[in-house]
């Protein structure tokens, strides 16, 4: 796998004091892993005489995955005490495949794997994928404490922090195999996936945070120098359902496959399925999990 990149930038100086900067960078993601299973690949039989359908790991393009982003950068000295400074980016991540996670990098898609069984456009559709985060801000200010230099440097530091939400859509599982002609697999999926609403239908909250540090610095003789330093994390005590990791909010979503009593079966090839009737969203959805 790998993301051919293009980026340009600008910057300029702001007098002697500051300084401005903007850049842009698109990626192009390519070459994903893919586990092929399909009527080509053949099986395999084990020691036992149990047979499997054979995967063949290979590169596909088959998945779809673009970065683009606008960055903005500026710093400005207000007289000899005072530094502001700041950057925003505006991005977007989308595709029809994560394609990689936190602990592992790039992974191993199953879009792949015995294609009879779904179609793309509700297994995979594109959209805003997991890590798209569509407004990052951070700013930040220092300020040295004049009527204080008799007993050493204090300075104090502001820096806030905002993250936009990250989106998830209600994902479940179905089985389409009674609307599938057995073409003679060893093991076809029970299950596949189906996307019941866009990849992208919601967002988890904004998250705000302020910090403050205090900093204290006194030149001793020589070389020696006394210093401390005071943080305050989440100053305004905010708290947000803010999400990176997909895992931290509840998407459960039930089907027939959860509860065949209460939902009904449908064909995905053919009809579109319907809330309440063949699927709805878990009691928890959309709620953290811890």
Do not use: C
């Not at 994560?98 to 790039?106: A, V």
């Not at 050493?152 to 479940?172: C, D, K, M, R, W």
Request: aromatic content about 14%.
């Amino acid at each position: 796998p790998h993301a051919k990149e293009f980026a340009t930038g600008l910057s300029r100086q702001l007098g002697s004091r500051g300084a401005l900067r903007a850049d842009f960078v698109y990626r192009d993601f390519a070459d994903f892993y893919g586990d092929r299973i399909d009527t080509s690949t053949g099986q395999v039989t084990d020691e036992a005489g149990q047979v499997f359908d054979l995967a063949l790991v290979e590169n596909t393009n088959l998945m779809t995955r673009h970065y683009s982003a606008v960055s903005a950068q500026a710093n400005y000295r207000v007289g000899s005490r005072i530094n502001l400074g700041g950057n925003y980016t505006l991005s977007r991540l989308w595709g029809n495949v994560n394609g990689e996670t936190i602990n592992s990098g790039p992974v191993s898609s199953s879009l792949t794997s015995y294609p009879e069984y779904f179609d793309l456009a509700w297994s995979a559709p594109e959209g805003d994928l997991a890590a798209d985060q569509r407004h990052r801000i951070r700013a930040w200010g220092t300020a040295e404490l004049p009527f204080l230099d008799r007993f050493g440097t204090f300075t104090v530091a502001l820096f806030e922090q905002i993250n936009s939400g990250t989106p998830y859509g209600a994902l479940g599982g179905i089985d389409s195999t009674p609307y599938v002609p057995d073409v003679g697999y060893a093991q076809p999926p029970a299950t596949v996936n189906y996307w019941f609403t866009d990849r992208d239908a919601f967002r988890t909250e904004t998250m705000f945070r302020t910090d403050f540090s205090l900093n204290y610095k006194l030149q001793l003789r020589g070389r020696s120098e006394l210093f401390g330093q005071i943080q305050v994390l989440n100053v305004f005590n905010q708290f947000q359902l803010f999400n990176i990791n997909s895992n931290a909010i509840d998407t459960t979503v039930l089907t027939a496959v959860d509860d065949p009593d209460r939902f009904q079966t449908f064909n995905p090839f053919t009809e579109r399925p319907v809330q309440g009737v063949h699927w709805d969203y878990g009691e928890e959805f959309g709620t953290p999990v811890g």
